[in-house]
């Protein structure tokens, strides 16, 4: 069943060629074309722009009629080798049937009579190098260019496409290991300050208050909660002690200046 289903698949997108034979299968499709053989076992089909081999299980019943491909093979049998206009004209005729191999068929068989031949040579893609004809791929080959992602171009282009790639590459890994490295600074700064909240809560007497830990040595353990108060003046004034004669030294007598209103001895 499920060949069945791909096999349908694939034949509905095949050209149907007008008045051909008709296979028609037990999933609901039909391939149209030109029965080239027919076996107990398989049918094999020429649907224009190749051949289908279809398994006989498939098949629900055959339909022979007469199709353009049978026109075609009927016209190039008639056909000499040599007969260069006769080959022409059923080229363009199988092309403009949608019978895209015959076509090319034909007008290689128009080259192998006149190798210059110039519709020929257009009509399979040929252009001319140096006053010969060449595929196109020759064509690009040999002026130097190179095919890179389905397109002909010079191999300067190509590495420049490369290296232009390459930069861009090097641009995005710079760029992600920018951003890495800032996530990883982030997160270590939130870390340590982490760490501060908790080595500042653990403070004993702390009360929540901020810490001063001052220029010139260790300030107040915590901010005081109060303005602080200058210290009380006294209310009466400070009595001061008598004054007292200098002492002389031992052995020295008196001076005028140490009997002063009192009687001097020991001169």
Known sequence: MRRCACLACLLALLPALLHADDVILKGGGKVSGRILSRTATSVEVDVGAGTVTIPMTSVVRIDVRRSVLDDYYERAGALSPDDLDGWLRLAKWASSQGLGTQARTAYERV?????????????????????RWVTEEESYRARGYVQFEGEWMTPAEQEAILKQRAASDQAELARLDAEQRAQEAEARAAEAEARAREAESAVPGNAGYPMYWGGWGPGPAVWPSQPIAPPARPTQPIARPP?????????????????????????
């Open 243 to 267: 004054s007292r004669p200098p002492s002389r030294p031992p052995g020295r007598p008196p001076a005028e200046s140490d009997c002063q209103g009192s009687p001097c001895t020991g001169r």
């Open 111 to 131: 080259l192998a009579v006149d190798a210059g031949n110039v519709e020929a040579n257009q009509a399979l893609g040929r252009v001319q190098l140096d006053g």
